[in-house]
Structures are given as structure tokens and as C-alpha cells.
């Protein structure tokens, strides 16, 4: 990494900066980062504002900051993937009068914010909640730059087909993330004229789903695909391998984190995950694994590059406006028009969601997620 590095102020998830303490002359650009820092799912809250300061630190070292040597200050939000706690951060964050937001973890609550920033103007940058219920609730200032659910759908149903299932358990947890892609996945399966032979709502935290298994098992399910996240996944896909399921288990990208295999062991061998684009997997991510682990000490998590570019495309378009003012800003996100990121090119639809699919299948073997090869 660069000599400067020594010259940046690290935080912790509770600091407040990632500026240079040697380039204060001009007012800092502040920008707020919203993501889970407390709660179950915490663990990506941490993975994102890492990358979110690596892209920070890079820009104020090698680019001087943004207009003219404004150095990018970073202002953290907790939501904790808790809706009344994520508009609480939203509101402090608008309070800080920041120039723009990047993050947005868990859409049940990123969705509330929507409003919470657009009632601001505040540009927000969409790292990874992806339900298409933040379509309509999006006010016009915000972009998502990772795929919909709908796209994930389609990326199911394709990989169900390719194995020959003919008839699937879904199963999610009744939140805006999780219900949207099940209720999307029951839709794209049935109207392809296959069988959706159980679909289950089961509670947060849940602990014992033994009823579950016994109801999928009983169903004839040739395969299960769980749409929540990693925590309770795991327990779901160790209960049915424990319990004699044999069929096929699929998990949406709320549970592509290695942790998943901490949580369901050996059970968690031959699991599918539909995912984002994850560093592993990108041909141009070598550099930024390089840099993540040596600024962090771990290697970067899977939404670690939507995290990335998330912040580096927030400075561009501040960069590209010439100004903090927020219609210049929120006028230039959108005329992003493919330019390469580390997780591919960027342009939006008028609805303001990525224009293309990026999502992959991963399956886990040796304890890690490995790109599915047919």
C-alpha cells in the first residue's frame, strides 16, 4: 500500500474518520455509511465499511481527495438490519448534513430510509439490499448497484432446471429481502410449470426446525431453497441433512458468507449459493484482496466489492458534479453509463436498479464456496 497509509486516521465501526491528518486546509467531504454494526448480521457490516475505507483512504492518498484536495470523511449509521434503528442512523446521519450515503445491508431496513434521505435530498448509493419492494418506495435519489431479486429468481430458476427439479420447498422469514425473492421464485417456478411443493415462513432466530424438515421431507421436494440469511440458514441446511433430507439445497446471496459452513459443518458440502459477485471470483480483484488483507488483517467478505465500488462511485459522481450539491450529484449517479468497476460495469434503468444481472453459482466444497461449473 502506499506511504501515505501512515498519514490516514483509522476507525473503528464507532470512529468517524477516514481522513488525513495531514490534508485538513480544506473542509472535509462527509459521507455517510450506513450498515449493520450491531446484530446477527454485524459480520457484513464490518466487511462493508472496510471496503468502504479502503476506497476512502486510496482516494484521499493518491487523488488528493475530491474537488480539489477535499479529503473524504466517513460517518458511520448502525442500522443493525432493524428498520425503526436504521431510520433512527438515517435521521442522525441527515442531521450531519452529509454530502451522500453509501450502504444499505438488509432491504427490510434500507427500505424506511428511502424516504428518510430522499425527504434530505441526499444521494444514496445502494450497496446490497436488492428487493424490488425499494423500487417504488425509491424517491428518485438513490441507485442500487447490486441485482434485484427478480434477477436472482431467474438465476434460480435456470439453476433448478439445469439440475432437473421438478418440485421445491422455498422457505424465508417474512422480511422485505427474504419474503420478495421467495415470493419471486414461487412465481418464475410455477409459470415455468413446475411444482412449488411447500412454502414456508418460519421466525427469526428460530432455533429447532424440526417440524419444518419433517413437513419438506413428507412434501416430495426434490430441492429446498432458503432466501434469508446465513444465521439461521445454516441451522436449516444442517437440520435436513441431519434429519435425511438428500435432495438438493440452494441458498439465496443473504447467506453467501463463509460462515455459513461455521454453522452447518460438513452439511453445508454440495449447498448452491446464488450470490454477488464476490472477490474471489472477479479477475480484478487481486490488488484489492491484496490491500483489504493487508489493511485488515482477514480476507474480504462477500460484499466487500459492492462496498468498493460503492464509495469509489459516490466520489466519481461528486468528482463528475463538480460540487456537493446533491441534484449535480444524484443527476451524475445516474448517467453512469458502464463504466468498469471492480464488480463489473454500472449503468441503471429508469427505475434506478442496475442494468444487468450479476449474479452468480457458487456451491460449497472443502469448506469454502467454490464457482459452480455444470
Not at 501512515?6 to 455517510?32: C, D, R, W, Y
Not at 446477527?40 to 484536495?69: H, K, P, R, V
Not at 411447500?198 to 419444518?212: H, I, P, R, T, W
Not at 465500488?309 to 441534484?327: E, F, N, P, V, Y
Request: charged residues 15%; glycine residues 10%; hydrophobic residues 40%.
Amino acid at each position: 500500500m502506499s506511504q501515505f497509509r501512515n498519514l490516514i486516521v483509522s476507525t473503528a465501526l464507532l470512529g468517524l474518520s477516514v481522513s488525513s491528518l495531514a490534508m485538513a486546509q480544506e473542509p472535509p467531504i462527509t459521507l455517510g455509511v450506513q450498515v449493520p454494526t450491531t446484530g446477527s448480521e454485524a459480520t457484513y457490516g464490518q466487511d462493508m465499511f472496510n471496503a468502504m475505507q479502503l476506497a476512502a483512504e486510496e482516494i484521499n492518498a493518491a487523488a488528493g481527495g475530491l474537488l480539489d484536495g477535499r479529503q473524504i470523511e466517513l460517518v458511520t449509521g448502525d442500522s443493525a438490519c432493524d428498520p425503526q434503528q436504521s431510520v433512527n442512523a438515517a435521521s442522525r446521519l441527515a442531521s450531519r448534513e452529509v454530502v451522500g450515503v453509501v450502504g444499505g445491508y438488509c432491504s427490510g431496513a434500507t427500505q424506511p430510509t428511502l424516504k428518510t434521505y430522499g425527504d434530505a435530498n441526499i444521494p444514496f448509493v445502494i450497496v446490497a439490499a436488492n428487493s424490488t419492494q425499494l423500487i417504488p418506495a425509491n424517491p428518485g435519489n438513490a441507485v442500487m448497484i447490486n441485482s434485484t431479486g427478480d434477477d436472482q429468481a431467474k438465476t434460480a430458476l435456470d439453476f433448478f432446471e439445469g439440475k432437473g427439479i421438478e418440485s421445491l420447498a422455498i422457505v424465508n422469514q417474512g422480511d422485505a429481502y427474504s419474503q420478495d425473492l421467495a415470493n419471486l421464485t414461487r412465481d418464475a417456478w410455477t409459470e415455468a410449470g413446475h411444482e412449488v411443493a411447500a412454502f414456508e415462513y418460519v421466525n427469526k432466530g428460530e432455533q429447532d426446525f424440526s417440524a419444518l424438515v419433517n413437513k419438506i421431507r413428507g412434501s416430495g421436494a426434490d430441492a429446498v431453497f432458503w432466501t434469508a440469511y446465513y444465521a439461521d440458514g445454516g441451522l436449516l441446511v444442517r437440520q435436513l441433512r441431519q434429519r435425511g433430507f438428500q435432495g438438493t439445497i440452494a441458498v439465496g446471496d443473504g447467506s453467501n458468507s463463509p460462515k455459513l459452513f461455521d454453522i452447518a459443518g460438513q452439511a453445508a458440502e454440495g449447498v448452491f449459493a446464488f450470490s454477488n459477485p464476490t472477490a474471489d471470483f472477479l479477475p480484478a480483484a487481486e490488488q484489492f484482496i491484496a490491500d483489504y488483507e493487508a489493511e485488515f488483517d482477514s480476507a474480504p467478505g462477500p460484499y466487500a466489492p459492492l462496498a468498493y465500488d460503492g464509495l469509489q462511485l459516490m466520489a466519481w459522481a461528486i468528482g463528475k458534479a463538480g460540487s456537493t450539491d446533491a441534484d449535480a450529484i444524484i443527476e451524475a449517479l445516474n448517467s453512469a453509463d458502464g463504466q468498469e468497476w471492480l464488480a463489473g460495469p454500472i449503468s441503471f434503468t429508469p427505475q434506478h436498479t442496475l442494468a444487468r444481472s450479476n449474479f452468480v453459482v457458487l456451491e460449497g466444497q472443502g469448506g469454502r464456496w467454490t464457482r459452480y461449473a455444470p
